[in-house]
């Protein structure tokens, strides 16, 4: 079974600090893909990075970094120096090859306070 | 930019009418998704469609049908509303191929069934 969790519902910091945001996947494919989103409270998802299972290479863009480790299943997501524009919901998702469809975690709603 | 475009961003309606979802997209996008969202559930997917008059069923197709009649225009229909059906729909569409594609999405539409 493909599954994908995020066991952090909610997470608040302080402007500045910077947060991990944790997506942990379950699939017994080798070939695969994994995503973030951004959902502000506009509604909108907002489409961040997408990694396939070949590339472990890690990515930094602006303040926002993504871990990809395949030993632990894990596609963690850090953002550096947080905002509070950066208050949102976070979606992981996994997509499998040779279908349509995404697996989505359930998201963690990220409150950073001035 | 992709832009999705969901005809609603709030609708009310009653039990037991036929409720249409309205989804356009300007890329010429192959792929259209309909997800619906709730709190703790993440988004799962209703129907997808990966060409005109073309239509999968996703996770949880029951008391949903879906219309694909021009390339960038997808619809979801609530045959008979019931509350259990009020919730946050999200459509999205993307590229031919498979789960490796980024899926861009609308602002969602807020449907509340009384």
């Known amino acids: 079974a493909q599954k994908v969790t995020q066991a952090q519902t909610e997470i608040s910091v302080v402007e500045k600090e910077d947060v991990t945001l944790d997506c942990v996947y379950e699939t017994r494919d080798t070939t695969y893909y994994l995503f973030w989103y951004k959902q502000p409270p506009s509604g909108e998802l907002v489409f961040l990075i997408r990694?396939?299972?070949?590339?472990?290479q890690n990515e930094i863009s602006g303040r926002y970094s993504w871990n990809f480790q395949k030993s632990t299943s894990s596609f963690n997501f850090t953002i550096t120096a947080s905002q509070v524009v950066d208050s949102a919901v976070y979606f992981c998702?996994?997509?499998?090859?040779?279908?349509?469809?995404?697996?989505f975690g359930t998201g963690t709603r990220l409150k950073v306070l001035a | 930019d992709v832009k999705v475009t969901q005809s609603s961003r709030y609708l009310v309606k009653r039990t037991g009418e036929k409720v249409f979802l309205e989804c356009v997209q300007d890329?010429?996008?192959?792929?259209m998704f309909w997800y619906r969202q709730d709190p703790g559930l993440g988004l799962r997917l209703i129907y997808f469609?990966?060409?005109?008059?073309?239509?999968e069923k996703g996770d949880i197709p029951e008391g949903y049908s879906v219309s694909r009649e021009k390339k960038e225009r997808f619809s979801l229909i609530l045959e008979s509303a019931s509350t259990n059906q009020t919730s946050m729909y999200l459509c999205?569409?993307?590229?031919?191929?498979?789960?490796?594609?980024?899926?861009?999405f609308g602002d969602g539409t807020r449907l509340s069934i009384l």
């Open positions: 469609s990966y060409d005109v008059k073309m239509k």
């Open positions: 890329m010429d996008h192959e792929n």
């Open positions: 990694r396939n299972s070949f590339d472990e």
């Open positions: 998702a996994l997509g499998a090859s040779g279908t349509y469809k995404y697996i």
């Open positions: 999205a569409s993307s590229l031919l191929g498979g789960a490796d594609q980024p899926q861009h």
